[in-house]
């Protein structure tokens, strides 16, 4: 029996295929008759699972090919951002942005519009140019930005076939550095919040909910671009942390990324946790995620303050953060510039689940979209609204796998 990274889910799926050649993987797709992608299992839902088998791309040829003419990469889809990104930044170049965790497939995030932070970052997905795929015939098949419904297919929940290389645009190698400051009430954000979200090139802010303020801000400066100043405004009176940080306030630090405005690469800055450790709580937690429209951030946050008291006994952490605008069919950030505002819970599904209830009540007047990887409860009629392009991605899959053999209970109940 496989389960998620978290646990939380065991796949109903019997037989996990781990072919080591793309003809391989395309025999294992034409032959059989329910089958689906699976990438590093750190979705928090049944959004992977299948039920009939799972095919595992983890094993195809881990070669990553950098055109420096075009400034991209095509790079196989089971492979850790870890991996990628020392590769990438060996040979001079780097991805705008990365999720807080190293250690995620690059297939099974774009396939769900993963993000990290940063006003002037899409999520992972934007930065998908083509995209090579076997599709339910067992055909291999590469659309490329431009060509039609290309838009519809990257962010693609495993519904369209088995990716197996994604080309990613490239910018240059850059260094970072990143600091991290304690307390801020949150009635600042109200004159401040788009000044702060914008201070500097990738900035996440936590909370815990015990009160209306920040616990922390981590900003993540660029050293090619000028330096943050945002500490030295009148209104901004968190103060410098004097130590290594964990989110959540306590827990130990070895895990997370260089801090204290110490110099490093993009990748060793970017994201929030090591890729040579797992997080503290080594899967002990279940994660919600919701995405609104950064006009509405300020709102939202003091809709949720209302509530605290309800969600901090079952939240580690919660974190907002910010992302760019994209046009992905099935990104929660498709037209809309964003800010998500993520829950890391604790890992009592029961307690879990009314308080998730409770958090989507308080944001469905911004009409918060869910995380398609982590916990929501929205159901299908609302999701509709949400993402204007859901029913033409239905039809998309559809015409992509009449058959269903990519079909699974989650995208039945979403897109059917
Ligand atoms: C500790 C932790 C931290 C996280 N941090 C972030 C974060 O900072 N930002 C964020 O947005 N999310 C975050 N996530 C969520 C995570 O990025 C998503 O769950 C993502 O989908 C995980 O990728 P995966 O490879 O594990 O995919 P899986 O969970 O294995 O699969 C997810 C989906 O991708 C599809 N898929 C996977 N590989 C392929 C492929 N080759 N071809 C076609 N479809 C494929 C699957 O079919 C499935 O539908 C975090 C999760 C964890 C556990």
Partial sequence: ????????????????????????????????????????????????????????????????????????????????????????????????????????????????????????????????????LVTAEGDLVTVARGDGCFDGMVVGLGALGVVTHLTLDLVPAYEMRQQVYKGLPLDVLDDHFGELVSSAYSVCLFTDWSAPRLTQIWIGER????????????????????????????MPAASCTGQLGVPGRWHERLPHFRPDHEPSSAGDELHSEYMIGRGDAVAALHALDAVRDRIRPVLQICEVRTIAADRLWMSPFYEADSVSVHFTWT??????????????????????????????????????????????FARLAGDCDPAGKFASPFLDRYLR
């Fill in 223 to 250: 050293l090619d671009e000028p330096p943050a100043d945002v500490a030295k405004l009148p209104w901004f009176t968190a103060l410098p942390a004097d130590g290594p940080c964990h989110p959540v306030d306590g």
């Fill in 347 to 392: 890992s009592d599904t029961t307690a879990v689940l009314p308080v998730v209830r409770l958090v989507e009540e308080r944001l469905a007047p911004f009409a918060a979209r869910p995380h398609w990887a982590k916990i929501f409860t929205i159901g299908p009629p609302e999701l509709g609204r949400l993402f204007p392009r859901l029913a033409d």
């Fill in 1 to 132: 029996m496989t389960t998620n990274w978290a646990g939380n889910i065991t796949y109903r799926a019997q037989e996990v295929h781990r072919p080591s050649s793309v003809a391989e993987l395309q025999a294992v797709v034409a032959r059989s008759r329910r089958v689906r992608a699976l990438g590093t299992r750190h979705s928090f839902n049944d959004l992977a699972d299948s039920p009939g088998a799972l095919v595992s791309v983890a094993g195809l040829p881990a070669a990553v090919e950098v055109d420096t003419g075009r400034v991209t990469a095509r790079v196989p889809a089971g492979m850790r951002y870890a991996e990628l990104t020392r590769c990438l930044d060996e040979r001079g170049f780097a991805l705008p942005s990365l999720g807080s965790l190293p250690h995620i497939s690059v297939g099974g995030a774009c396939a769900t519009a993963t993000h990290g932070s940063g006003v002037r970052n899409g999520c992972l997905a934007a930065s998908v140019s083509a995209l090579d």
